[in-house]
């Protein structure tokens, strides 16, 4: 069973999942700045940044989605994948200083010097059409994700967490925070509402900052490992090097290096040796079949490097 080498058939449907959420994030937003300024609770001011933190996500991801998909040029031999998790790292950073600085910020000023809760019916409603239009979002990226899971055969908790469509995980863990962040605003209402005291909404900010923390911290995790440099999963390097030895004449895989590039991208580069009796047509034969059982077997593989490199045995007999 293979972990994800890729993410989706095209940017076509990241694109409508990313911007399914953007809209409905920038509506939830501008209805909780309203119902929070009405109620005068903090925790629904906490989740309109949230929402609003969201939206500016949204909008990095779209960027990232348009750029990366730019060919390759004469200044940029292989491409411009990787510029999707520059713009995606950005994003992350956008959640935690929009919406959990600010919720942590609002929490604290709450429990210090207190509120007075003002009419939280609008807030009430205001919630309950966030969490329709948030579900709605959750089940787009939801139904992306599985379907590409099932489609490369694995978990999809595993799918989630290795997969290089950082825009799809982004929705995905937003729209679940933003769900979660929505029971906690209620709670919070709720409590000062029975009670009249305004530190349930204060905790209710509080949490919702842990929860934006925690989003910010995976998500910016996840983005900066693509940055580096990550391989494709072990078991697919393994299949990558059976599938090289069995081209004829191929001895050995000396050494072999994965780099993914992109959700539908990735270059694979090897040292191989080749037979000693191995004619200078039967290698350039052997790397063209080579290349073509990889890019058959794995449609992932866009660059594929074969250095001819003899074994240590035809080294030291050449010495």
Not at 190 to 195: A, V
């Given at each position: 069973m293979s972990e994800p080498v890729h993410t989706a058939a095209g940017n076509g449907e990241s694109l409508f999942t990313v911007v399914v959420a953007a809209l409905a994030n920038l509506c939830i937003a501008l209805a909780k700045v309203v119902a929070g300024l009405i109620s005068g609770s903090s925790a629904m001011l906490s989740e309109a940044a949230h929402s609003l933190a969201d939206t500016v996500t949204e909008v990095l991801l779209l960027t990232s989605l348009k750029r990366s998909a730019r060919p390759a040029d004469d200044e940029h031999p292989l491409g411009h994948g990787p510029e999707r998790w520059i713009w995606a790292l950005l994003a992350a950073v956008a959640t935690f200083v929009g919406g959990a600085v600010f919720s942590l910020y609002d929490g604290i000023h709450t429990l210090i010097d207190g509120e007075d809760p003002g009419d939280p019916l609008v807030s009430y409603v205001v919630l309950v059409v966030a969490f329709l239009l948030e579900g709605y979002s959750l089940r787009t990226g939801l139904k992306q994700a599985r379907g590409e899971a099932a489609r490369v055969k694995v978990p999809f908790g595993r799918f989630l967490r290795r997969t290089p469509d950082t825009a799809v995980k982004a929705v995905v863990l937003e729209d679940s925070t933003a769900l979660m962040g929505l029971l906690l605003a209620a709670v919070g209402l709720?409590?000062?509402?029975?009670?009249g005291s305004g530190v349930w909404d204060g905790i209710a900010s509080l949490c919702i900052s842990a929860l934006l923390l925690y989003v910010a911290c995976v998500l910016g995790r996840s983005n900066a490992e693509f940055l580096i440099g990550r391989a494709l999963p072990r078991d697919v390097r393994e299949r990558i090097r059976v599938e090289l030895l069995h081209v004829e004449h191929i001895e050995a895989v000396l050494e072999l290096t994965?780099?993914?590039?992109?959700?539908r991208e990735a270059l694979v580069a090897a040292k191989?040796?080749?037979r000693g009796?191995?004619?200078?047509a039967d290698i350039v034969w052997a790397c063209e079949r080579a290349e073509a059982r990889l890019r058959e077997s794995f449609p992932v593989i866009r660059r594929l490097y074969l250095d001819p490199t003899p074994g240590l045995g035809q080294a030291v007999g050449r010495g």
């Open positions: 709720l409590g000062g509402q029975l009670t994965t780099l993914v590039q992109g959700p191989v040796d080749f009796t191995a004619t200078a």
